[in-house]
């Protein structure tokens, strides 16, 4: 049976002003499993009212309180965490082993952090002007901001834009994506008399219906998006005119450079099952979609990435035994399989899988479910669209270089500057692609170990999630 899920709304969980629902499907069986409030902007602007009517008493809270209100957060989140996992794999298909051991863990200590750091968000700063006069600053929360999350990774984003923001003293909306919502508005539920009404608000919806009339609220003083290029656009418009601050993390293309004296032994999963077939399919803003690999060792690392795709597992997400799960919709599975029909059009060369649909899954019972396999093409031409474009999926493309300049030109050579991996024991050369990869993160010897701020350059957005950027420092001088 499927269960109606509620906004949380000034304190109380609410049903859409006019009862729309929008249908949640289990994307490793394409069957409805839940269903999600279809807000509107009545639903809108009563999450930005009670916001607004909850900001003056949360900011005047002394950070200490502040503090201990989100480690109530963690508290919940902590004893909650396996229901919560739950509820993220059935809602986007990542696996229950990495939301159990992963992301719900790492969220709990993400709000205990920014309990943490509640203070640090009301240090100002003096300069001493001579005997008469005295410089200071104050640190101010913004007001009510607006939190505008993927599917991808819904529980992790949510936090990483209420947490902080709250931290700070302003009052949160949080909008999740329509095709993964579940979890965010069961988190909303258990906190509905954990935080004052109004502090935290959960409004579920499409993007044009409940989205954008969030972003015109003239009560909404800071919006912090996580998604797509396109979205950024229509969000930077359609708040144009109240020139409202933005934070824009958006997608990626990411290179993961293999230098040829790499260990491979880590390099291998480094740019296979910890970048790109992972337990949400390569879902991720970094992931690792363009591997760039030395002439040296190129043949063997395509043996040894084939190998390891070879034992990637797809099946029921909620099994511990899966070690990728499905793509989180059917728009996303046309999306990512259309790269399937475009590489070799293109002229790439098919390395391993290109499976998708039922061809790509054992398990009679998920036959109707978005499944793509892990799949690598190989190609020595970076203008390719499935080379520049972001696929968003198990999908990856593998370019050979000779030279650090030739991998540091093709890394570059890109729309997107989210983020990279380069495999390499020479200091020097880690050093010197830390320095010149057009990137928001640089990872060596490593993959995916996330760190705030994740900011990107280019297309990859701009602005970050952490407790001094929800902030503005005003300055004063006092003459005595
Ligand atoms: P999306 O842009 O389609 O949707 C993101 C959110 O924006 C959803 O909640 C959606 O309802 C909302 N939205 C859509 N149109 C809107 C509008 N006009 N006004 C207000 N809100 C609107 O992105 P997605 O498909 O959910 O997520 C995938 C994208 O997110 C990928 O591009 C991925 O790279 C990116 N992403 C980036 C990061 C990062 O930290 N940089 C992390 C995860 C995902």
Aim: charged fraction near 20%; aromatic fraction near 6%.
């Amino acid at each position: 049976m499927t269960r109606d899920y509620r906004n949380l709304i000034g304190g109380e969980l609410r049903a859409a002003a006019d009862g729309g629902l929008l249908d949640s499907v289990d994307p490793s069986t394409g069957a409805v499993w839940a269903r999600i409030p279809r807000s509107g902007p009545a639903d809108a602007e009563a999450a930005a009212a009670a916001a607004r009517a909850a900001f003056p008493a949360w900011s005047d809270l002394p950070a200490a309180v502040r503090a201990h209100h989100l480690r109530k957060v963690a508290s919940v989140i902590g004893e909650h965490a396996r229901e919560l996992a739950e509820l993220e794999t059935r809602d986007n298909g990542r696996t229950i082993t990495e939301t159990s051991r992963r992301d719900l863990p790492a969220m709990a200590y993400l709000w205990g952090n920014a309990a943490a750091e509640c203070t640090a968000a009301v240090q100002g700063r003096t300069v001493d002007f001579g005997p008469g006069s005295l410089g200071l600053t104050r640190r101010e929360p913004y007001g009510v901001t607006l939190g505008v999350i993927p599917w991808n990774s819904p529980i992790s984003t949510f936090s990483a834009k209420a947490a902080f923001a709250l931290a700070a003293g302003n009052t949160v909306i949080i909008k999740p994506a329509e095709q993964a919502t579940v979890s965010s508005l069961r988190l909303g539920e258990l906190l509905a008399d954990v935080l004052p009404p109004g502090v935290l608000n959960v409004v579920s919806g499409l993007g044009e219906e409940v989205g954008d009339p969030l972003v015109r609220s003239p009560e909404v003083d800071k919006i912090s998006l996580t998604g797509s290029v396109g979205t950024a656009r229509a969000i930077t418009r359609a708040s144009a005119d109240s020139l409202k601050p933005l934070a824009l993390e958006l997608g990626g293309k990411s290179p993961n450079i293999v230098f040829a004296d790499a260990d491979l032994d880590r390099a291998a999963p480094g740019v296979t099952t910890q970048a790109i077939y992972t337990a949400n399919a390569g879902q991720i803003c970094y992931g690792g979609s363009r591997v760039l690999i030395q002439r040296p060792v190129y043949d063997e690392m395509i043996d040894r990435m084939t190998e390891i795709a070879r034992g990637v597992r797809l099946g029921a997400p909620s099994s511990p035994d899966t070690t990728m799960g499905p793509i989180v919709s059917r728009d996303q599975f046309d999306h990512v399989t259309s790269y399937l029909d475009l590489a070799p059009e293109e002229g790439a060369d098919l390395v391993f899988g290109g499976r998708s649909g039922p061809d790509a899954v054992e398990d009679e019972a998920l036959r109707n479910g978005f499944w793509v396999e892990p799949t690598l093409y190989a190609t020595t031409d970076n203008s390719l669209r499935v080379c520049q474009e972001e696929i968003f999926g198990p999908v990856a493309v593998a370019l050979p270089f000779d030279t650090e300049d030739e991998a540091l030109a093709l890394a570059n050579d890109s729309p997107y500057g989210l983020a990279a991996g380069v495999w390499t024991r020479n200091l020097a050369t880690a050093h010197r692609m830390f320095r010149h990869l057009r990137t928001g993160t640089v990872w060596v010897n490593t993959f995916r170990k996330v760190m705030f701020p994740l900011e990107g350059v280019k297309n990859s957005g701009y602005g970050h999630d952490s407790v001094l950027a929800y902030t503005r420092e005003k300055a004063g001088i006092i003459e005595i």
